[in-house]
């Protein structure tokens, strides 16, 4: 079975600063999906990356898919307290599956 | 634009009880999904319905059980809740099976089961 794991676990960073966060697969990366949670909400979809080195943006936030290493990364640029949460990394495993497994998470703070 | 609901929101039981959470879609999509979300765990995936007619377990089925009313509902029950089943419950749904089709998340059930 497919294993995501994701870095860092947690992340505090100061308004303003970029950060990264990776998930990295143990099987080659199909589509590969991006969410966001806060706190006693549901998952919020950010960004869905296919096979073949693919890299999406949606204001601050760039995602990319590099399949060689089986591995993406989601940048988020000038970071602002609204981009603290949880990001979590979804993943299929591309034979037209309906499951989807999820890294367990990067908590990420901004502090003003 | 509602999304996905689910209901209830929270729900305390006692060990043994029964308990029916519900999930309704409006964004006319095919397949639903039932979730668990554990701390350490992750999320795992309990039971789902590709179309309306048709439910398949997941990752974690044990102890639950799943009707996919019609379309729009798919429901999850606990036959007999125990406290391992206490966790963060999520209903999502996407427009067909996965390549490519996002599945859309409710704002979960918090179950505690004492």
């Known amino acids: 079975s497919q294993e995501l794991e994701q870095s860092p676990q947690s992340l505090i960073v100061q308004e303003g600063k970029n950060l990264t966060i990776n998930c990295t697969s143990s099987?080659?990366?199909?589509?590969l999906y991006w969410y966001k949670q806060k706190y006693g909400e549901g998952l919020i979809f950010l960004m869905m990356?296919?096979?073949?080195?693919e890299e999406k943006s949606h204001e601050k936030i760039t995602a990319k898919l590099d399949e060689k290493k089986q591995q993406s990364s989601l940048h988020i640029t000038a970071s602002q307290p609204s981009h603290a949460g949880i990001y979590l990394c979804?993943?299929?495993?591309?034979?037209?599956?309906?499951?989807?497994?999820f890294g367990k998470g990067t908590k990420l703070s901004v502090i003003p | 634009n509602a999304g996905v609901t689910q209901t209830p929101k929270f729900q305390v039981l006692k060990t043994g009880q029964s308990m029916t959470l519900q999930c309704a879609q409006d964004?006319?999509?095919?397949?639903m999904y039932w979730y668990r979300q554990d701390p350490g765990m992750g999320l795992r995936l309990i039971y789902y319905?590709?179309?309306?007619?048709?439910?398949d377990k997941g990752e974690v089925p044990n102890g639950y059980n799943v009707s996919r009313l019609n379309k729009r509902e798919f429901s999850l029950r606990l036959e007999s809740a125990a406290p391992s089943q206490t966790s963060v419950y999520f209903c999502?749904?996407?427009?067909?099976?996965?390549?490519?089709?996002?599945?859309?998340f409710g704002d979960g059930t918090r179950l505690s089961i004492l």
């Open positions: 999502a749904s996407s427009e067909r099976r996965l390549n490519n089709q996002p599945q859309h």
């Open positions: 099987k080659t990366l199909y589509g």
């Open positions: 990356l296919q096979k073949g080195g």
């Open positions: 979804g993943a299929d495993d591309g034979a037209g599956s309906y499951q989807l497994t």
């Open positions: 964004m006319n999509h095919n397949s």
């Open positions: 319905s590709a179309s309306e007619g048709t439910t």
